[in-house]
């Protein structure tokens, strides 16, 4: 484990991001303590998946998560800009089930920036707005002695280069600490970064 930062990381504030694959909801999570402030967490109603406090406290303070469930995708766009706008929160994470066109995007950009509040959306792979910021593909990796092990790719990025970082969750430090990938030594060469 290093204290190598992450470049681009935490996204921009006051922008809107977005995180894909299976690794995303650890992201958002781990972005909001980052953030530490309010966050508003926008889902559609139909989904059945839920969000367990007891599953998240080791890296968020549930009392700092406020769930909103809307009808649709449209209503959730509408509950995300709106909070974005409040000045009210640090974070807004929105899960989205359909790709954002251009203005819904763009929308949502300006919202950040006036509420001074950064938002994340959660997509689908292969899924994304050619308005985000940044986009970031989260998996998990195996490893039998720690598992919030995941590799964060930079898949999108309109200030900079792109990269890849095997990241794990440091309980004492509250913290992302980047880790080498699976079976290389600490500065080791073709670390990724």
Not at 126 to 137: F, H, I, L
């Amino acid at each position: 484990m290093t204290d190598v930062p992450i470049p681009y990381y935490p996204p921009k504030k006051h922008r809107t991001h977005e995180a894909c694959g299976a690794g995303a909801v650890f992201f958002a999570l781990v972005l909001a303590a980052r953030l530490d402030g309010p966050v508003i967490w926008v889902r559609e109603a139909w989904q059945a998946a839920q969000l367990t406090p007891s599953g998240f406290h080791p890296i968020l303070d549930p009392a700092h998560l406020l769930i909103a469930s809307a009808r649709d995708q449209t209503d959730a766009l509408a509950v995300t800009e709106e909070a974005l706008r409040s000045g009210a929160v640090s974070l807004v994470v929105t899960e989205l089930s359909k790709p954002l066109d251009l203005t819904a995007g763009r929308r949502l950009q300006l919202a950040a920036r006036d509420g001074k509040a950064t938002a994340l959306a959660l997509i689908p792979d292969g899924m994304g707005s050619n308005a985000a910021e940044t986009r970031w593909s989260c998996a998990p990796v195996f490893d039998p002695q720690d598992s919030t092990r995941q590799r964060w790719e930079l898949i999108k990025n309109k200030s900079g280069t792109l990269g890849v970082w095997d990241v794990r969750w440091d309980h004492s430090a509250r913290r992302i600490a980047v880790v080498p990938p699976v079976g290389q030594r600490p500065g080791s060469a073709g670390a990724p970064g």
